[in-house]
């Protein structure tokens, strides 16, 4: 069974690798517009920049889930609801619905008194809604709607 600290660490190392790629990615890019036009220091940055943006995409693409939930009883729009790699490698999917469950339902779970009275002022103004919930195994994650509410993310706290 995997522990809240190796939970943590493995986020922030595949956290670190993607941002890594993705500012080596940028730097490449930078380097493509100080470079002279058609030289074959451009040819190699763009090789390079192209092979980067594959890995990018690829990691996203597996770090990714989209759930398929009925959110006919929901309060609240939740738009498309997504689940990040991390938590998809720790949190049963007993566990997620469970949580989507009732954070549809304004149940905020294990929210300080902060956060729910955010929430509240959230559901009136407009603004992004946050929820707590543990897995069985006693796991924290989050689910995060957005002020748009155009995505739910649900997420463990390292991939924030």
């Known amino acids: 069974m995997t522990n809240e600290y190796d939970t943590t660490r493995n986020c922030v190392y595949r956290a670190r690798n993607i941002h890594d790629a993705l500012r080596e990615f940028l730097r ?7 470079s002279e036009p058609d030289s074959a220091t451009q040819v190699e940055i763009l090789a390079k920049a192209s092979q980067l943006e594959k890995l990018l995409c690829k990691a996203v693409a597996r770090n990714l889930r989209v759930l398929s939930l009925d959110v006919s009883r929901a309060t609240f729009p939740m738009g498309t609801i997504v689940q990040t790699g991390g938590s998809r490698e720790t949190i049963t999917l007993n566990d997620v619905v469970r949580a989507l469950e009732k954070h549809m ?13 955010a929430n509240r002022r959230a559901l ?37």
């Open 105 to 117: 339902r304004r149940d905020w779970g294990d929210c300080g008194e902060e956060d729910v009275t």
């Open 124 to 160: 009136a103004e407009g603004g992004r809604l946050l929820s707590v919930h543990q897995t069985s195994a006693g796991i924290k994650f989050w689910i995060l709607t957005e002020a748009d509410r155009s995505a739910t993310t649900v997420l463990l706290p390292c991939e924030y």
């Open 28 to 34: 490449l890019k930078h380097l493509l517009r100080s």
